[in-house]
């Protein structure tokens, strides 16, 4: 696995003091991106929380998914949340060390009071004191809640007195990226009281070791008011893999007044594990986790980015939408073609393009994308694609020959693969694809034969390159 280190530096470390009518929470912002550019320690919001112990529980689940890792969980992991001010809200954001879950805590206009929210994206400290001081706080205390400095001044000081170097393995970047396309094809499944929520999270198991569900994935269904458990994907069903990774959820439930569960429609039959989202509706903010299909099975392979990233029109297209975005708390694609001048479905391609670099996520209680900036950049995402890459290096090598609504493949061992288009839904002969049915993306030939047909330009990459990509 692909890992580099990136520097996450603040003034000081974030601290819950008391203070005179209640306590004060400083959460400490690292260098983040902002509307005017990119700022060493951006301040986003200053003033009460209306719900304090809810707030406080609702970020500590989104720093226990971050320091977390649901699959071999002997290895250690820890990665600082990032904090998104999108103007009427404030968004907290985490990724698991396996890279199969993804946590967002939504505090909303109604869990905030006091001066206005602002717009950018960095990482927010979130330190083991701070973690234990967050677990103290009671029910009828006011919280002072403050993301950034303590004054605006302080970017001036010398040097940073906290530094911590985090490992960002590729496929949690990649997994970033491939979460928000999953789940903008979601739909809300099933909703369940405060009381039945309790009552069916309650009663999961608590640990799996991160091992493969004998006999198959989970599988819930709405019933009545509440959900029970099914052998099969039977129509409305939800699948729940690895139902220990949901237990960050614990920290909030007894403040609970909803359970929404998203995920993709299920018609039945031999349906394969699919994602799903959890979300827990909270006094003015929302806490929301989205599992892989396996918990051994991170997002960062299911290649729903991989047509995006293969088509030049999407890569044009994304720097036109990226202006377009403003930090912007519900991006709608309709307005966005407006105002591109873009047709809808090029609009899409555009932010799942955006997505791969973290400049757009999806939310699913709202059905819509909204705008943030991560330090990466899609060209990264690119290079660490191993099927994109083969299949540039396919096409750079004439490998590709059209009949028809038929493609022939001459793979690097010689062996003729065929690609048949039916209604623009791609199919091919490899064992890769007769194993996951397009249900992990293209395969490395199908995605050739794409590129083909739209006459994309191949990447110039050396024939090595398309080794060991499915």
């Given at each position: 696995m692909t890992?580099s280190?990136?520097?996450?530096?603040?003034r000081?470390?974030s601290?819950?003091?008391?203070a005179?009518?209640?306590s004060?929470?400083?959460?400490?912002t690292s260098?983040?991106a902002?509307?005017a550019?990119?700022?060493?320690h951006?301040?986003?919001?200053?003033?009460?929380?209306t719900s304090p112990q809810v707030?406080?529980?609702?970020?500590l689940?989104?720093a226990?998914?971050?320091?977390?890792?649901?699959?071999?969980?002997?290895l250690?992991?820890s990665?600082?949340p990032v904090v998104?001010g999108?103007?009427?809200r404030l968004?907290?954001?985490?990724f698991?060390g396996?890279?199969?879950?993804?946590a967002?805590?939504?505090?909303?206009?109604?869990?905030?009071?006091?001066?206005?929210?602002?717009?950018g994206?960095?990482?927010?400290?979130?330190?083991?004191?701070?973690?234990?001081a967050?677990?103290r706080i009671?029910?009828?205390?006011?919280?002072?809640?403050?993301v950034?400095?303590?004054?605006?001044?302080?970017?001036?000081?010398?040097?940073p007195?906290?530094?911590?170097k985090?490992?960002?393995?590729?496929?949690?970047?990649?997994?970033f990226?491939e979460a928000?396309?999953?789940?903008?094809?979601?739909?809300?499944?099933?909703?369940?009281?405060?009381?039945?929520?309790v009552?069916?999270?309650?009663?999961l198991?608590?640990?799996?070791?991160?091992?493969?569900?004998v006999?198959?994935?989970?599988?819930?269904?709405p019933?009545?008011?509440?959900?029970?458990p099914?052998t099969?994907p039977?129509p409305?069903?939800?699948?729940l893999?690895?139902p220990?990774?949901l237990?960050?959820?614990?920290?909030?439930?007894r403040?609970?007044?909803?359970l929404r569960?998203h995920?993709?429609?299920?018609?039945g039959?031999?349906?394969?594990a699919?994602a799903?989202?959890?979300?827990v509706?909270l006094?003015?903010m929302?806490?929301?986790?989205?599992?892989s299909?396996?918990a051994?099975?991170?997002?960062?392979g299911?290649g729903g980015v991989?047509?995006?990233?293969a088509?030049?029109d999407?890569?044009?297209d994304?720097e036109?939408?990226?202006?377009l975005?403003?930090?912007?708390?519900?991006?709608?694609?309709?307005?966005?073609?407006?105002?591109?001048g873009l047709a809808p479905?090029?609009v899409?391609?555009?932010?799942?393009?955006l997505?791969?670099?973290?400049?757009?996520?999806?939310?699913t209680a709202?059905?819509?994308?909204?705008h943030?900036?991560?330090?990466?950049?899609?060209?990264r995402?690119?290079?660490?694609?191993?099927?994109?890459?083969a299949?540039?290096?396919?096409v750079?090598?004439?490998a590709v020959?059209?009949?028809?609504?038929?493609?022939?493949?001459?793979?690097e061992?010689g062996?003729?693969?065929?690609?048949?288009d039916?209604?623009?839904?791609?199919?091919?002969s490899c064992?890769?694809?007769a194993?996951?049915?397009?249900?992990r993306?293209?395969?490395k030939?199908?995605?050739?034969?794409?590129?083909?047909?739209?006459?994309?330009?191949?990447q110039r990459v050396?024939?090595?390159?398309?080794?060991?990509?499915?």
């Amino acid at each position: 696995m692909t890992r580099s280190l990136q520097a996450v530096a603040y003034r000081h470390a974030s601290v819950l003091e008391s203070a005179a009518g209640g306590s004060r929470l400083g959460l400490e912002t690292s260098r983040g991106a902002t509307p005017a550019g990119v700022a060493d320690h951006p301040r986003f919001f200053a003033g009460f929380l209306t719900s304090p112990q809810v707030a406080s529980a609702g970020l500590l689940a989104v720093a226990d998914v971050a320091a977390a890792r649901y699959y071999q969980p002997q290895l250690r992991a820890s990665l600082d949340p990032v904090v998104t001010g999108n103007g009427d809200r404030l968004r907290f954001e985490s990724f698991s060390g396996c890279g199969g879950v993804y946590a967002r805590l939504d505090v909303l206009a109604p869990g905030l009071d006091g001066g206005p929210v602002g717009h950018g994206t960095t990482n927010v400290d979130v330190n083991n004191p701070l973690r234990e001081a967050l677990s103290r706080i009671g029910s009828d205390d006011p919280l002072h809640l403050r993301v950034g400095p303590e004054e605006l001044t302080v970017t001036t000081l010398d040097g940073p007195v906290v530094e911590k170097k985090v490992p960002l393995p590729d496929r949690w970047l990649r997994g970033f990226a491939e979460a928000q396309v999953i789940a903008a094809g979601f739909d809300l499944r099933a909703e369940l009281s405060a009381d039945e929520a309790v009552r069916f999270l309650r009663g999961l198991p608590r640990a799996g070791g991160g091992r493969r569900a004998v006999g198959g994935p989970r599988w819930v269904v709405p019933v009545g008011r509440g959900l029970r458990p099914t052998t099969r994907p039977v129509p409305g069903a939800v699948c729940l893999p690895g139902p220990e990774r949901l237990a960050a959820l614990q920290r909030v439930l007894r403040y609970a007044t909803a359970l929404r569960v998203h995920g993709p429609a299920v018609t039945g039959g031999a349906a394969g594990a699919t994602a799903a989202a959890w979300e827990v509706v909270l006094p003015g903010m929302r806490l929301t986790l989205t599992l892989s299909p396996d918990a051994s099975r991170g997002f960062s392979g299911e290649g729903g980015v991989l047509d995006a990233l293969a088509t030049d029109d999407a890569a044009e297209d994304a720097e036109l939408i990226a202006v377009l975005l403003a930090w912007e708390p519900r991006v709608d694609v309709a307005d966005l073609a407006a105002a591109s001048g873009l047709a809808p479905e090029r609009v899409r391609a555009a932010l799942v393009r955006l997505g791969t670099s973290g400049r757009v996520g999806y939310d699913t209680a709202e059905a819509a994308y909204f705008h943030r900036e991560l330090p990466y950049d899609a060209e990264r995402v690119e290079r660490h694609n191993p099927r994109l890459r083969a299949a540039r290096a396919l096409v750079a090598a004439g490998a590709v020959a059209l009949d028809g609504p038929v493609g022939t493949v001459t793979a690097e061992d010689g062996h003729l693969h065929r690609v048949r288009d039916a209604a623009g839904v791609l199919s091919c002969s490899c064992p890769w694809w007769a194993r996951y049915r397009g249900g992990r993306g293209p395969c490395k030939h199908a995605l050739a034969v794409r590129m083909v047909r739209r006459g994309t330009a191949a990447q110039r990459v050396p024939a090595a390159a398309a080794g060991g990509a499915r």
